[in-house]
């Protein structure tokens, strides 16, 4: 039976895990609808016309009603459905602490993952071509800064960003930061407030982060071999 929630979505993408990992925690009936980027499906006139105008992931459809940006994706959903309140907690100003975070990360954390990630992966994978090192080194530094003010800013004795219960702004941030370390980023080293935090938040979310983790080590992969037999191919032709 077709759900009236339906998600666009490609497990490449940060945000793209981290809804959907809410989705499936806070027990939310969704149909789930992959959609890849790296074949540029994210382009078609279907999606486009049909899904999101702005051509990006994630994105939903909510009882025919389209809606994108992960941020605005997560408050629909904390207005629309049952989520339990951890998530998006009224008290103690839970809520208005979620919306610094994920203010702070679109322009800090969001962009310093992203860029990295592209330079370290996307881009030499879709141009066919190795990671250029004076871009990778800008990003890095990037990254590292990022990374500092996180632990700095956000961190301390508590077990989460809100204090013992875990909330979106944990999920949205652990999923940034295993955007790099997917390509080989070293996002703990000197950062043992970041590693506690890491552990502490991957064990919470248990199985509906390690699937999901899974299947994102599996895309990459997939897409790292198919490349490299693509390599094989034409280089092979250039013996004939």
């Known amino acids: 039976m077709s759900q009236s929630l339906k998600f666009y ?4 993408n940060q945000s793209s895990r ?3 990992i809410f989705l499936e925690a806070s027990k939310i009936p969704f149909e789930a609808i992959p959609i890849s980027m790296v074949k540029g499906e994210h382009l078609t006139g279907e999606f486009r016309d049909k899904v ?3 051509r990006k992931l994630p994105a939903i459809t909510d009882h025919g009603y389209q809606l994108s940006e992960s941020v605005a994706i997560f408050r629909h959903l904390s207005r629309e459905k049952l989520v339990p309140e951890h998530w998006y907690p009224r008290r103690q100003l839970g809520r208005s602490r979620t919306d610094e975070y994920l203010a702070w990360q ?20 879709l141009q066919k071509t190795r990671a250029s090192d004076n871009a990778l080194n800008v990003a890095g530094k990037h990254l590292d800064g990022a990374l500092n003010d996180f632990e700095q800013l956000f961190l301390s004795s508590h ?14 941030a652990i999923c940034e930061i295993d955007q790099t370390k997917s390509v080989g980023f070293s996002a703990f080293k000197n950062r043992h407030k970041l590693s506690r935090w890491y552990d502490l938040v991957r064990d919470e979310l248990g199985p509906y982060y390690k699937s999901v983790q899974e299947q994102f080590d599996a895309a990459l992969k997939q897409s790292n071999q198919r490349e490299q037999r693509q390599g094989e191919v034409q280089a092979q032709a250039l013996k004939q």
């Open 52 to 54: 999101n105008r702005f």
């Open 159 to 172: 077990k989460f960003i809100l204090g013992e219960n875990i909330s979106f702004a944990d999920l949205s």
């Open 9 to 12: 979505f490609d497990f490449l």
């Open 18 to 20: 981290a809804l959907y």
């Open 106 to 125: 679109q322009t800090n954390m969001d962009v310093a993952c992203t860029d990295y990630f592209q330079q370290k992966w996307l881009i030499p994978h």
